[in-house]
């Protein structure tokens, strides 16, 4: 079947049961009808599929590692499989020049036919100094491989927008990668890290559809972000009858409740957590407990946080302080000052008044 | 003393101001609910849904709020003289001249007074200001309420990138609102008690009285 089944090359193996049953998943979250399988199980097993080029920046290894540990083995294995990886720098085997050298080998002949799947963020401060690969900076080896790629996957919100070395003062200059490349298709996979799904139902979508899916305004694929976590929420009937959790432990916790007043931001947040679900163990955060922290919104590091506070953080007006208290105290002296400004007005009036000098008398 | 009366202001605007000003007092009400819900239940098997009627409260009145701002819209270009923007704000020399003499008034000092049917410039620059601040709120609110929309995401995008920086946003001019509110209330009633032209009752039944003496 599939051409990891067929030579056992790495030791890695899909049965074609879990091979299926992936397809079926990702086909699942597109919103495609089951009729559609086996097209994708065609496309994911052709010899003619593209190869791929993943590139690693300012990174974390997470979204690489969650799709690689998902719990559900076959996915992950599934992924690799699946998108015939030419160049890897965490899951290949060579190093050194001979892995400069399949990255060449992978690019060359193959131009405007291989996709790029970038993780992490790009500094562009100083030149780009503060990533360097084989002596190349980030910037450079995106500008080089993307340009040539037929689409790129930016997976993670690092590499989408940015991620945590973006966030304030972002030292580095760091940006995800639709901001330096024009020209090629760019599809955007946030999250901290991002369900392999998501990933997978591109990848597979691109694959069967030669396309790459509809998108939002913010580039994220709309069968995986078109719809706000708060809407598909189990918790959401709480929600609307006003059962809140007000402090973790409490009864309304044990009881379920929604965790709108701990700061959950599934009502500001596009993703497909509450119906996907994590690690084939049925579970997301709020079904665990915790609230959304927004990891698939640009900027959450700084607009999101503090995690536990309903609209903190946002960095625009109030410089750190969240700008709910700042806004809040802010809003006391403004209150406060227009109360004495109009205090005082209106005491000159009256005291003008008594004192009888006032023209318009 | 003899006052002459003057038809200022057209039923559409008097409209316009008390649908502005009910939708923004439930606004705020049912705003401040969501933004921190403070009733909480233990109570299983009923459906009162506190959090869902006040959020449909706040979303009827918020429409309410959009017509209204669309009438008046539509009236700085095409109402009466006074009710057009040109009238109060600061861009014909008439204008500009009002506006220091309405400064040097509110300042308690005796620059002389002219009076208008219409707006004072000072005070066109605070309504103009609000209807703008009214347009972002609006925008804001609607990229909330529709977050599928491509229409309403374009422009919540554009504007403020992400939801949580639109609520954010939406947040911050509600207490626009209130300090307008509050200040605006305050000039109001001492206009009407310094210029005794019937100011307040001007937003209601749409007179001025202008004395002859002036
Ligand atoms: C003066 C006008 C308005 C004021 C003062 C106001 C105030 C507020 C406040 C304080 C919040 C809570 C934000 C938070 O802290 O989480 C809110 C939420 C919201 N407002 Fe407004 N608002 C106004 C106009 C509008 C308009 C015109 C609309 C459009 C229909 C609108 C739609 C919404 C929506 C959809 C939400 C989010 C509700 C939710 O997701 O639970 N608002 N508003
Ligand atoms: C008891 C409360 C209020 C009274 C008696 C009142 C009275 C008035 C009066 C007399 C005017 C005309 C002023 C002039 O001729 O220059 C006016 C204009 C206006 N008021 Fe109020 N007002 C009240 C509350 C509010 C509130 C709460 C708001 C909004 C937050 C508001 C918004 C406006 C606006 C935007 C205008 C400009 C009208 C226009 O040109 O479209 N008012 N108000
Ligand atoms: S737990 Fe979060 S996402 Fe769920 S209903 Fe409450 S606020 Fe919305
Ligand atoms: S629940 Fe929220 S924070 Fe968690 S993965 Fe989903 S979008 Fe990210």
Redesign the interface.
Request: charged share 20%.
């Given at each position: 079947m599939s051409r990891m089944v067929e030579d056992q090359r790495a030791g890695i193996q899909v049965s074609r049961r879990g091979f299926i049953k992936g397809c079926t998943m990702a086909a699942a979250a597109l919103g495609l009808s089951e009729t559609m399988v086996p097209k994708l199980v065609e496309a994911a097993t052709s010899p003619k599929r593209p190869p791929v080029v993943w590139l690693h920046f300012q990174e974390c290894t997470g979204c690489t590692e969650s799709l690689l540990r998902a719990s559900h083995p076959d996915i992950g294995r599934l992924i690799l499989d699946i998108i015939s990886l030419d160049y890897h720098e965490t899951v290949m085997a060579p190093s050194g020049y001979q892995a400069e050298k399949s990255l060449d080998d992978a690019i060359s002949g193959n131009e405007g036919k291989f996709i790029c799947v970038v993780e992490g963020a790009i500094p562009t401060k100083d030149g780009g100094i503060y990533c360097k690969i084989a002596g190349r900076t980030a910037m450079d080896i995106l500008d080089d491989v993307g340009s040539k790629a037929a689409a790129v996957i930016a997976i993670g919100t690092c590499a989408s927008f940015g991620g945590i070395q973006a966030a304030d003062p972002n030292p580095t200059g760091a940006v995800g990668v639709t901001k330096l490349l024009s020209g090629t298709p760019v599809i955007n996979i946030p999250g901290c890290p991002p369900n392999p799904i998501s990933f997978l139902g591109t990848v597979l979508h691109y694959l069967t559809f030669k396309r790459l899916p509809r998108t939002?305004?913010?580039g994220r694929p709309l069968f995986a972000y078109?719809?706000?976590n708060h809407?598909q929420c189990e918790r959401r009937a709480h929600?609307?009858?006003?059962?809140?959790v007000?402090q973790f432990g409490d009864?309304?916790h044990r009881?379920g409740y929604c965790l709108?007043?701990m700061g959950c931001?599934g009502?500001?947040?596009?993703a497909n957590c509450p119906a996907v679900r994590f690690n084939d163990a049925d579970v997301w955060p709020v079904s665990c407990g915790h609230g959304c922290v927004?990891c698939t919104?640009?900027?959450?590091w700084d607009?999101?946080s503090p995690f536990y506070e309903?609209?903190p953080g946002?960095t625009?007006?109030a410089g750190g302080r969240g700008?709910?208290d700042a806004?809040t105290s802010?809003?006391k002296v403004?209150?406060g000052a227009?109360?004495g400004?109009?205090g005082i007005?209106?005491a000159?009036?009256v005291g003008?008044k008594i004192f009888g000098n006032?023209?318009?008398e | 003393m003899f006052y002459e009366r003057h038809q200022v202001w057209s039923v559409l605007l008097r409209l316009f101001h008390w649908s502005f000003v009910l939708s923004i007092v439930t606004l705020v009400i049912t705003g401040l609910y969501i933004?921190?819900?403070w009733?909480?239940?233990?109570?299983?098997g009923n459906?009162?849904?506190?959090?869902?009627t006040m959020r449909y409260i706040h979303f009827v009145a918020g429409f309410v709020f959009t017509a209204a701002l669309l009438v008046r819209i539509y009236l700085l270009l095409f109402g009466n003289a006074q009710e057009r923007f040109w009238d109060f704000l600061p861009i014909t020399p008439r204008n500009i001249k009002n506006l220091f003499k309405t400064l040097g008034r509110?300042l308690?000092l005796?620059v002389g007074?002219e009076h208008r049917l219409g707006h004072n410039a000072l005070a066109g620059i605070f309504y103009f200001l609000t209807f703008l601040v009214a347009a972002v709120q609006v925008v804001a609110g609607f990229f909330m309420l529709y977050?599928?929309s491509?229409f309403w995401?374009?422009w919540g995008?554009m504007l403020f990138?992400?939801?949580?920086?639109g609520?954010?946003?939406h947040?911050?001019i509600m207490?626009y609102f209130?300090?307008f509110a509050?200040?605006h209330i305050?000039i109001v009633v001492?206009n009407d008690i310094?210029?005794?032209n019937g100011l307040i009752s001007s937003i209601f039944s749409g007179g001025k009285y202008i004395s002859e003496d002036y």
């Open positions: 939002d305004q913010l078109g719809r706000k809407d929600f609307d009858e006003g059962r809140f007000e009864e309304g009881q709108y007043k931001k009502p500001q947040t596009f927004g919104e640009p900027d959450f607009t999101m309903r609209l946002v625009i007006p700008i709910v806004a802010k809003g403004i209150l227009a109360a400004a109009v007005h209106a000159v009036g003008k006032n023209e318009d | 933004h921190f819900p009733t909480n239940t233990m109570v299983i459906s009162y849904f506190p959090v869902a509110y308690y005796n007074h977050p599928e491509v995401q374009k995008t990138v992400s939801q949580q920086q609520r954010g946003i947040y911050l207490w209130g300090v509050a200040i305050y001492w310094f210029s005794r």
